[in-house]
């Protein structure tokens, strides 16, 4: 009797800041197939330090990589934050620098209603919440973060995450991660990351990264 052949899975955890990017990447993880395992957490907001602070506690070794997805506006807007990001940064550096498991910090700038605004082409860099609530008819901000079929809404009609991926593809990105992958030994390094202080000040967002990374 033949023996079955083993199939590798390849598995990501993704540390994510609320529940609209919870939802997103959940409903991602159940449409990917059985090869591909996404540990969505929900941070529930906190800011930057319990990031670290989550990150540090979840420190299995058993995933290809890690993924970090933070809003980047509270860098501006919170007192503090700057300096907990920079910490939070310079955390994911070390452990890539170490050749451990990936880290790969991405940022929205300035939050993921951005980033699910330009799935949408007829998104012109309008304000986030005014094109929510008008172009696309929800009662509020609110209801759109709470809905938890948020993927299947940004990706319907004209909606896509590849218009998402051609809008942000040649930004001037605020963080940005260098790596390569060797497929057949399923293997992820980040050689270096990228950050531009003057990024902050600009719509912009490295999360082409996480869907390169997941879909090899």
Not at 47 to 60: D, T, V
């Amino acid at each position: 009797m033949s023996r079955k052949e083993r199939i590798l899975k390849k598995r990501y955890a993704i540390f994510c800041e609320g529940d609209t990017e919870y939802n997103y990447i959940d409903k991602m993880r159940k449409k990917q197939g059985v090869e591909l395992v996404l540990k969505p957490i929900n941070m529930h907001g906190g800011g930057y330090s319990n990031f670290l602070k989550q990150i540090r506690k979840e420190a299995q070794t058993n995933y290809l990589a890690k993924f970090i997805i933070v809003d980047a506006d509270r860098i501006k807007t919170i007192p503090g934050e700057q300096e907990n990001f920079l910490k939070l940064l310079e955390y994911c550096m070390i452990q890539n620098k170490k050749g451990s498991t990936p880290h790969f910090l991405i940022a929205d700038n300035p939050d993921f209603e951005y980033v699910a605004c330009l799935h949408d082409a007829e998104y012109k860099g309008q304000d986030t919440k005014k094109y929510i609530t008008n172009a696309w008819a929800f009662k509020d901000i609110t209801a759109f973060k709470s809905n938890e079929d948020v993927y299947e809404f940004l990706n319907a009609g004209k909606k896509s995450y590849m218009n998402l991926l051609e809008a942000i593809k040649k930004q001037e990105k605020m963080i940005s991660n260098r790596y390569e992958i060797k497929k057949k030994t399923f293997d992820i390094k980040i050689k270096k990351t990228d950050y531009n202080r003057d990024g902050i000040n600009k719509k912009n967002s490295n999360i082409e990264e996480f869907f390169e990374v997941i879909d090899w």
